[in-house]
């Protein structure tokens, strides 16, 4: 698990990393999508707010509730039970759906752990699993993030933008996203 302490993109805001995002979209023909659990939305309401994104972002997912997670992006019941919802299986199958639904060539999911309940021993308040990739290719990361709910919301969505703009700039010239070095299992 890593620690997220305000790393320079934090201070950028998700309103600069949006535009950020969608200048890196438009250069290189990327659509994005995202498939949300914690974030409720959060990550492509600051997509959404820039003017224009409709090219490169055309569908996002809430998934608050595991049903939802298995009806709309086909997260395994099996992955649910063995693994939970907040874990990194079910954000590689969160994203893998996304994209294969959306046909988008690159999506963020995040679930996670918000607060100021629903933590465990092994899953604290503030834990919070990311996968980025597509359909075959995923890179995950888990990071514990501090604050109020509010405050883990809004990390994680600068997280979660953060991640969408390393994942572009990473493509290799095939057209992978080099850093999804790990393929779905």
């Not at 959404?48 to 298995?70: D, M």
């Not at 501090?146 to 953060?162: E, H, I, K, N, P």
Request: with cysteine; proline share 4%.
């Amino acid at each position: 698990m890593t620690e997220f302490n305000a790393p320079h993109d934090v201070e950028l805001g998700a309103e600069e990393l949006s535009r950020r995002l969608g200048a890196a979209c438009l250069a290189r023909g990327v659509r994005v999508t995202t498939a949300e659990s914690c974030t409720g939305g959060g990550v492509a309401s600051a997509i959404t707010a820039i003017a224009g994104s409709s090219v490169y972002f055309e569908t996002g997912y809430v998934t608050y509730a595991n049903i939802a997670k298995q009806r709309l992006l086909g997260v395994s019941s099996d992955t649910l039970d063995i693994h939970g919802a907040v874990s990194e299986e079910t954000v590689r199958e969160m994203v893998a759906g996304a994209c294969r639904d959306s046909g988008a060539e690159l999506g963020v999911a995040i679930s996670g752990v918000a607060g100021p309940g629903g933590g465990s021993p092994d899953k604290p308040v503030g834990t919070v699993w990311f996968a980025w990739g597509n359909e075959h290719r995923q890179r995950v990361r888990c990071h514990h993030l501090s604050g109020d709910r509010q405050g883990v919301r809004d990390l994680a969505v600068t997280v979660a933008l953060t991640g969408l703009i390393e994942s572009l700039l990473e493509r290799d010239p095939d057209g992978q996203f080099a850093s999804a070095e790990n393929p779905a299992p």
